[in-house]
């Protein structure tokens, strides 16, 4: 069964922090056939390296939490 997201075509990419979530979330990811890529890494870090544009991005309170500087991610 496909998931909803790759019937609109979306594309999705998880960051945290933690290798556990990561590997947790490959696992789901694969047990549900979804196209999604996941990154280890700390947000702040991955603002400052990454190059690619998304259309939608969702940051829980959680994320915010580890911002020490909001001026980091603009």
Partial sequence: MACHSQWLGANETGVD????TITRASTLA??????AS?????IAQ???ENTTQFDIV???????FWL????QWD
């Avoid at 694969?30 to 196209?35: A, C, F, P, R, Y």
Wanted: charged fraction near 15%; glycine fraction near 10%; include cysteine.
């Fill in 58 to 64: 969702f940051a829980s309170y959680g994320t915010i």
């Fill in 46 to 48: 991955f603002g400052l």
């Fill in 30 to 35: 694969q047990q549900t056939g979804l196209d």
């Fill in 38 to 42: 996941f990154i280890c890494q700390d």
């Fill in 68 to 71: 020490q500087d909001l001026s």
């Fill in 17 to 20: 922090l933690s290798t556990e």
